[in-house]
């Protein structure tokens, strides 16, 4: 965590009056949450193996959290990705402080106009 502090400690936090927002990651970082929030970072993004409501249990609204679908979820129906997002804010709580997002990044194959459905699959 030494290493991530001193990175967000040289970030430019500010231009023109406005304030830069710093989220950190660090793939299976749900360890380490209590940490990553001290390291003055505005948001830390969560991957999928992080239970959202365990983390914002144990760091609070210190900082926002980020995430937290799982990627291989975009291959699944629409119906069940609906599901997986109403779950997630489920467990997320009530209030501000979340910026849904996927859990780390998306895969090549997977077709951004049409969840559920693979880049591959459409061209066979």
Known sequence: MRYMRKIVDGLIREQEGRHI???LFTKNGGQWLESIADTGADAV???WTTDIGNARARIGDRVTLQGNMDPAMLYAPPARIREEVADILRRFGTG???VFNLGHGITPDVDPRMPGRSLKRLSS
Request: aromatic share 0%.
């Open 21 to 23: 927002p710093v989220i």
């Open 45 to 47: 993004g969560l991957d």
């Open 96 to 98: 501000t402080g979340h």
